[in-house]
C-alpha cells in the first residue's frame, strides 16, 4: 500500500496562492487514481480534486474549478494542488489520497491517505 506526505499547506491572504504536494513511497504509483480532501472545523471531510492514474482525467468540486488545478508526475511520485483566488472559505486541513483504480472522485474509494496539511487563507 502506498504511503503518502503532504507539504505546501500555510498561512496566505485571500486572493493568494499557494501549492500543494504529495509525494509517495512503497506502492507502484501510476497504478493509483490520486485525489485531494479537505475538512474544515466542524465540517465533514469533502473532495476537492482527482486525477487519473495516467494525469489524462481530472475532476473538481464546483467551489475549486476554475481556481485549482491537479497534477502528477509519475516518473517523481508526487501529485500536486496549484490553488489560486484562494478565498477565506478554502481554510481547511487538505489530505492527499490514492485509490487503486483508475480514477474516481469517490471518498470511499481511496485506501491510502496522507496525514494532511493545514491550509488557513485569511481575509
Known amino acids: 500500500q502506498v504511503q503518502l506526505v503532504e507539504s505546501g499547506g500555510g498561512l496566505v491572504q485571500a486572493g493568494g496562492s499557494l501549492r500543494l504536494s504529495c509525494a509517495a513511497s512503497?506502492?507502484?504509483?501510476?497504478?493509483?487514481?490520486m485525489g485531494w480532501f479537505r475538512q474544515a472545523p466542524g465540517k465533514e471531510r469533502e473532495f476537492v480534486a482527482a486525477?487519473?492514474?495516467?494525469?489524462?482525467?481530472?475532476g473538481y468540486a464546483d467551489s475549486v474549478t476554475g481556481r485549482f488545478t491537479i497534477s502528477r508526475d509519475n516518473a517523481e511520485t508526487t501529485q500536486y494542488l496549484q490553488m489560486n483566488s484562494l478565498k477565506p472559505e478554502d481554510t481547511a486541513v487538505y489530505f492527499c489520497a490514492a485509490a487503486p483504480m483508475y480514477f474516481s472522485r469517490r471518498s470511499a474509494d481511496f485506501r491510502s491517505w496522507g496525514q494532511g496539511t493545514q491550509v488557513t487563507v485569511s481575509s
Open positions: 512503497g506502492g507502484t504509483f501510476s497504478g493509483y487514481a
Open positions: 486525477i487519473s492514474m495516467s494525469g489524462g482525467s481530472t
